[in-house]
């Protein structure tokens, strides 16, 4: 199994203007640094909670179909294909009736469809591919406890510009997230799997 993004998102959750008025900076000096580190926050934020916040568009390719498998990316809007090589090593395209979408569990999962079977496929590795769009939508769909939890997490970031040391037992990145940021992602962190 992989999977990677194909579509960044168009914008952050977060814009410039309001992440200077939290960071109180009416200087235009770091604006590609404050800049930087939207896409940072979120980034680590996306990660902590194993959602993605803005649309954007993700490939997961396979090594067999499972009834059912599982999206890797949450929360999912749709499944715009499912792809695979058949047992000529042809690839062919899975009927959308032919499959079915769960998009309301917390991790999204497709199953067989009703009356049809999955298809055979072939020896090609990574033989299915599902190409899918996630995220909550645009900036205004964002939560906003989650937008205030990367505005905590661009402070820390703009205040710590240095490395932060963290016990060698830790589990955590060279830039911890802030406690007050855990709390308000608590609620949205989600179990993944594959």
Request: charged share 20%; hydrophobic share 40%.
């Given at each position: 199994?992989s999977?990677?993004?194909?579509?960044?998102?168009?914008?952050?959750p977060?814009t410039?203007?309001e992440?200077?008025?939290?960071?109180?900076?009416?200087?235009s000096d770091?604006?590609?640094?404050?800049?930087?580190?939207?896409?940072?926050?979120?980034?680590?934020?996306?990660?902590?909670?194993?959602r993605?916040?803005?649309?954007?568009?993700?490939?997961?390719?396979?090594?067999?179909?499972?009834?059912?498998?599982?999206?890797?990316v949450?929360?999912?809007?749709s499944?715009?294909?499912v792809?695979?090589?058949?047992?000529?090593?042809?690839?062919?395209?899975?009927?959308?009736?032919?499959?079915?979408?769960d998009?309301?569990?917390?991790?999204?999962?497709?199953?067989?469809?009703?009356?049809?079977?999955?298809?055979?496929?072939?020896?090609?590795?990574?033989?299915?591919?599902?190409?899918f769009?996630?995220?909550?939508?645009?900036a205004?769909?964002?939560?906003?406890?989650?937008?205030?939890?990367?505005?905590?997490?661009?402070?820390?970031?703009?205040?710590?510009?240095?490395?932060?040391?963290?016990p060698?037992?830790?589990?955590?990145?060279q830039?911890?997230l802030?406690?007050?940021?855990?709390?308000?992602?608590?609620?949205y962190?989600?179990?993944?799997?594959?």
């Open positions: 199994m999977f990677q993004i194909t579509s960044e998102p168009a914008t952050e977060i410039l203007v992440a200077k008025s939290h960071l109180r900076v009416d200087f770091d604006d590609t640094y404050i800049g930087t580190l939207i896409t940072t926050a979120r980034k680590y934020c996306e990660q902590y909670t194993n993605v916040f803005i649309t954007q568009t993700w490939r997961l390719n396979l090594d067999y179909f499972s009834n059912p498998f599982y999206l890797p949450n929360p999912v809007q499944v715009t294909t792809k695979y090589y058949d047992e000529n090593e042809a690839q062919q395209t899975l009927s959308a009736g032919d499959y079915q979408v998009l309301l569990s917390d991790n999204a999962q497709i199953y067989e469809g009703i009356i049809a079977n999955y298809p055979s496929i072939g020896d090609t590795i990574n033989p299915i591919e599902v190409i769009v996630a995220g909550y939508g645009a205004a769909d964002v939560p906003a406890d989650i937008k205030h939890a990367m505005k905590i997490m661009i402070s820390h970031l703009y205040e710590n510009r240095e490395g932060v040391n963290v060698a037992q830790s589990i955590a990145t830039i911890p802030p406690q007050s940021a855990k709390n308000l992602l608590g609620f962190r989600i179990r993944t799997f594959g």
